[in-house]
C-alpha cells in the first residue's frame, strides 16, 4: 500500500533504556546488597556512565556487534551494569547460570562462542576448572576481585582507561541483544536468543497495573537471578518506569528481610522455594515483610497455603506463568473485574490458577492429534504459546521452534478456564522442577543406565514441601545383577551436578511402555502417585 | 548480521486488541449514555462480532484496503464498533469533528478522499447540507436513524446481511489505520496518519500506572470525543486491559454525575473546560464524583484551582500534554518517587506543571537557532518531540514534518525541568518577542484572569519600533463588571515581571473561538493587525 504519510521510523532498542532512565530518573536508586554483607547504592546516570565506558573497553577488546559476552554472576549493580555495557556496543549479553554442571557449562559457552566472560569472584573455582575446556574466550573479567589479587582484571579497573564518550551502536529492533540457555528435556541446553524488540516490548507489558504494576513509587526486589530469564524481566523493566531496583547477591532470609524493611520494598518476585525459605524464617523469628504490597511468584506452581500466608499479610499474590522462552512472562494472576464481588474461597481459588494471558501472548491447548480443545475449564491438553516475546527458533538451530501458524508448543500440559485464566494441571512430560530450577529427567536416566547393572532407568517428580519437587528414581535391573542404591549414587555423582541426584531410588520388575514402545512417565507417576521420600515427610512434620 | 535465532514475527495490529477482548474479556461491559437519554450494555463479544459483520459490509460496498472509512459521530458503541470493523477489512479510520465550520468539513473529507461516512442523526442536518460538496463519499449509513426514516441506511440494517464469518485483514504493523486532522495554525487542516504500530504502542504505554493507570478492575470514562485524537486513545487501551469503557454522547454535567454514580467510575479524562461545567455543577447541586481516582486533565494547561479542587476531594490528577500528532500523550504528571515526601505545596507545584515524558517520547526544547537547551528549569525555548507514536509526514505532503534527527517542532514553547518534568509556557506562534526575550502570551493571560471583573483575555504581540514586538492584552468584561485598566494593571504588577506589563489593554465584548472552542488568535491577530502603541515612539525615547 503506497504510504501516504506516517508516524515516525523508532526501533525498539534497549539501550532507549538507560538512555530514558538517565534523562528522567538520573537519580533513581539502585541498591546492592553483596555476598559480603555491604551494601552498595548507585543510579542510573552512573549505570550508564559506565555502561558506555564498558562499550568502549569492549571496543578496545576488538568485540564486535553481534558478539556474545557472557556473565556467570549473581544480582548486583555490576551485573547490571554490563548488561547494559554489552547491549549498548551492539553485542548480545549471554547470562549463564553459574549452578549448571562442567559438561552444560563447557558445552554452552564454546556453542554460544562467548568472546568475554565477566564472573563474580564466588564463581572463580569454577572459571578456572573451565578455562582449559572453554575454546572461544578471549578475556576474562571478575566483577569483584579481591584486594591484591593477581587474578584476571577487575570490573572497576578494566573500565578505567576510558571517558564514556560514546555512543550507543544503533540498528534494527529484530537485532538479538540476549542469549539464555534452557535445560532441555532431551538433549543438550537449547539458546534463546532474545531480540530488542521482544525485551522492551515484554518490559512495556510487564509494568502494567495487570502484571507487576510498577510506577516511580515501586521498590521492586526480584529473587530471582539474573541468569533467570533476565530476573524475569525487571532490570529491563525499573529503567522504564524509575521504580527504585533492590539486587540482592545473597538470598539468606534474614538479608532479605533486612532489605524489605530498610529499603522499603514494594514489589518483590521469585520462586515458590524462595518464598517458603522466607516464610519459614518470618514464623520463626516474627520478622516483617515491611511495605510488600504486591509479590509475584512463578516458575513453578505456588502453593495454596504460600498464597494464603501471603494474603493474610494483605499482600497481593501474582501468580505467574512462563519459560524462558517466553522472555518469561506468558500469564499471571491479576485480580478480575469482579474481584470484590467474590467470596475469599473464590479469590484463593483465582489465585491458585496461573492467570490470564498478558496481551500479546496467546494461548491454546491441543490435543496429541493437534486439535484446538476447548476452553471448557475442564479439558487438559498440550499447551501452546504465540506472540511478540515468544521464541521462533533456537540459537543456531536449523529449524523454528514454532509451526506453520507460529504455535510454540510450550511442554506444558494445562486446561484453559471460560475467563481465559490458565491452569497446569501436569508438569512439562519429564522436567523435574526442583527450587525454581529445572532438573532434565532424561539426563538423570542416561546417567543411571550408564552405571553397570541397570537395564533400565526413570526419574520423576515427587511432591516435596521444601523444594516444589525432588527427584525420585526408577531403576530395572539387568538380568544377574544386584546392583544397589550406593553404587547408582556413587556413579551418578560423577556425572550429574550435586543438586540433581535423586532424593531415593527404587527397584521395579520392570517399567510402563506405551504402545510404541516408549517409556510412559504419565503411567510411572499413577503408580507412585502416593509416594513419598522418607525425609521429606519428617521435614512436613516439623512445620 | 546473520540471525542465529530468532523471537516471533508478530506485526502490533489494531484488531488484536479486539481479539483479546473477546477471548479474556468478552463479557466486559460497554455502557453507552445516548445523548436521548438512554443508556444501553453492550461487550466486548458483542463489538467483535459486530466489527466483523461491518467489515463484511464495507466489501461488499466494494471498500478496499486503504480506503477511508469516516464517521461523524459522537461517543457511543455503534461508533465504537466501527472502528473496529473499519480498520478490520483493512481500512483507515477517518474521525470528523461535526463541529468544524462548512469549508474545514469540505476539505477535509474530500482531501481524505473518504468512501463512506457513518454519521449520528444528530449531525443529519451537517451531512445534508455537505452532500453536494463531498466529492468522494459513495455511502451514507446512520449511526441512529429515527424510526420510520426515509433517510440513510441505518447502522444495525446494513449490518443485518451479513453473519460475521470473518478473517480481519492482516499486514503490516506500519499499515495507516486512522486519520485525523489537526486545525492548522495557517491554512488548511492537515491530516495525522495513525498506524497500526503506533496506536498498539501508545496504548501499552497508556495503560501504565504511571499514565492512565488501567487495569481490569478500571471504570473509564472518556470525556474527550472519539473525534479528538480517538478519545486520546482509551478505546484502545480499554480492551487491552478489560477495563469497563463508559462512552457518552451527552457531556451534560448532570448526565456525566450520574454516570460517575451510576457506574462507579474510577478513571475519567477530559479538557480544562469540560471539568469546570463539571465542578460548576457539583459546587451548586452537592453532587458527587463516586469512585472517581484518576482524572486526566490535558489539551490545555490545568488551572490550579481546578487541580486543588480536585486533590481536595481525593482525586489524583494526571496533568497531560500532548497533541494529535503525538498519539496524542507526549507527558503525564504521575507521582514521583519522592512524592510522599513533598509538601503539600510542593505536590502542587509538581501537579501544575505537564508531568515527565512517557518511556519512547524524547523531548528537548531548542532556541531560534536551533541550539539545544538546558533542562534548568528557567530557561525556555521551542519544544521539540520524537518517538513510535510521534508524527513523521503529514497526509499526502511530499516532505516530512521533521527535522534530518527526526525531532518534530510541536510548536509550543516550554521549560524543561532538572527532574524533565515539563512546563509549557505558550503557543510559539503566540509568544510574544520582547527586545530577544520572550513574554509567554498564556501566563499573562492566566493574571489577567484572575483579576476580578476579568472574564476572559487574550495577549498578542503588536510590532514595535524598538522592541519588535510588546503585548497587547484584550480583556472580556464580566457581566456587569466595569473593571478599568488600572486595576487590571496593578493586579498584573503582583504576578508578572514588570517589563512583561502589556503596553496596552484593550475592553471587547466577545474574542473569537476555533469550531473546537479554543480562542483564536489568529483572528485576533487579524482584528488588531493595524493596531500601534500610541506611546510606542515616546517610549523609544525613554532608553
Known amino acids: 500500500m503506497h504510504k501516504l504519510g506516517a508516524m515516525q521510523d523508532w526501533p525498539l532498542r534497549v539501550m532507549r533504556l538507560v538512555d530514558h532512565a538517565e534523562r528522567e530518573h538520573a537519580d533513581g536508586e539502585i541498591v546492592t546488597a553483596w555476598a559480603d554483607g555491604t551494601t552498595t547504592r548507585t543510579n542510573w546516570r552512573n549505570v550508564a556512565h559506565d555502561a558506555r565506558r564498558m562499550a568502549q573497553a569492549l571496543e578496545a577488546l576488538g568485540i564486535r556487534p553481534g558478539d556474545r559476552v557472557a556473565t556467570l554472576a549473581m544480582n548486583h549493580s555490576h551485573h547490571l551494569t554490563s548488561w547494559y555495557g554489552a547491549i549498548g556496543m551492539g553485542g548480545v549479553l549471554h547470562t549463564i547460570n553459574p549452578r549448571l554442571f562442567d559438561e552444560q557449562l563447557e558445552y554452552i559457552a564454546n556453542h554460544a562462542e562467548d568472546r568475554v566472560l565477566l564472573y563474580d569472584h564466588v564463581w572463580a573455582p569454577v572459571v578456572e576448572r573451565m578455562k582449559p575446556k572453554w575454546t572461544t574466550i578471549e578475556k576474562y573479567i571478575c566483577f569483584d576481585p579481591p584486594a591484591g589479587s593477581n587474578g584476571d582484571t577487575g570490573f572497576i579497573d578494566w573500565l578505567e582507561p576510558f571517558d564514556g564518550n560514546y555512543q550507543w551502536v544503533d540498528g534494527d529492533e529484530r537485532d538479538p541483544c540476549g542469549l539464555c540457555y534452557t535445560s532441555g528435556t532431551t538433549g543438550n541446553p537449547k539458546g534463546v536468543l532474545y531480540e530488542h524488540r521482544s525485551s522492551l516490548l515484554h518490559a512495556m507489558a510487564e509494568i ?48 532479605m528481610c533486612d532489605l524489605f524493611r530498610d529499603e522499603k520494598v514494594t514489589h518483590s518476585a521469585g520462586v515458590p522455594t524462595i518464598w517458603l525459605g522466607m516464610i519459614e524464617h518470618i514464623e520463626r523469628t516474627g520478622e516483617e515483610l515491611g511495605d510488600l504490597k504486591i509479590v509475584t511468584i512463578g516458575g513453578s506452581a505456588a502453593p495454596r497455603a504460600m498464597i494464603k500466608w501471603f494474603r493474610d499479610r494483605g499482600v497481593q499474590v501474582g501468580h505467574a506463568w512462563g519459560m524462558t522462552e517466553m522472555s518469561p512472562i506468558g500469564t499471571i494472576g491479576a485480580p478480575p473485574s469482579n474481584w470484590d464481588k467474590m467470596s475469599d474461597a473464590e479469590q484463593m481459588d483465582f489465585v491458585a490458577k496461573q492467570g490470564r494471558s498478558l496481551f500479546n501472548v496467546e494461548l491454546r491447548t491441543v490435543d496429541d492429534d493437534g486439535h484446538v480443545l476447548p476452553r471448557d475449564g475442564e479439558t487438559s491438553g498440550r499447551l501452546q504459546a504465540r506472540g511478540p516475546w515468544v521464541i521462533k527458533r533456537y540459537f543456531k538451530f536449523e529449524e523454528d521452534a514454532t509451526d506453520a501458524d507460529q504455535w510454540f508448543d510450550t511442554g506444558d500440559v494445562a486446561t484453559i478456564h471460560p475467563d481465559g485464566t490458565l491452569q497446569i494441571t501436569d508438569r512439562s512430560k519429564d522436567v523435574i522442577k526442583s527450587g525454581g530450577e529445572w532438573i532434565s529427567s532424561i539426563e538423570l536416566e542416561n546417567a543411571a543406565v550408564g552405571c553397570p547393572g541397570v537395564a533400565e532407568a526413570a526419574a520423576i517428580g515427587i511432591p516435596h514441601p521444601k523444594w516444589d519437587e525432588r527427584p525420585l528414581l526408577v531403576c530395572v535391573r539387568a538380568n544377574g545383577s544386584d546392583v544397589c542404591e550406593g553404587q547408582i549414587r556413587e556413579h551418578l555423582t560423577a556425572h550429574v551436578a550435586r543438586w540433581w541426584l535423586p532424593d531415593a531410588i527404587e527397584f521395579v520388575e ?19 502417585r502416593d509416594y513419598r521420600f522418607a525425609d521429606a515427610v519428617a521435614m512436613t512434620g516439623r512445620d
Open 208 to 255: 502494567a497495573p495487570d502484571c507487576f504494576d510498577l510506577s516511580a513509587r515501586s521498590v521492586v526486589l526480584p529473587i530471582v537471578p539474573m541468569f533467570h530469564a533476565n530476573a524475569w524481566g525487571i532490570p529491563w523493566a525499573a529503567p522504564m518506569t524509575g521504580s527504585k531496583l533492590i539486587l540482592s547477591a545473597d538470598y539468606r532470609p534474614d538479608r
Open 510 to 528: 520392570e517399567l510402563p511402555h506405551t504402545a510404541t514402545g516408549k517409556l510412559s512417565k504419565k503411567m510411572l507417576r499413577d503408580r507412585f
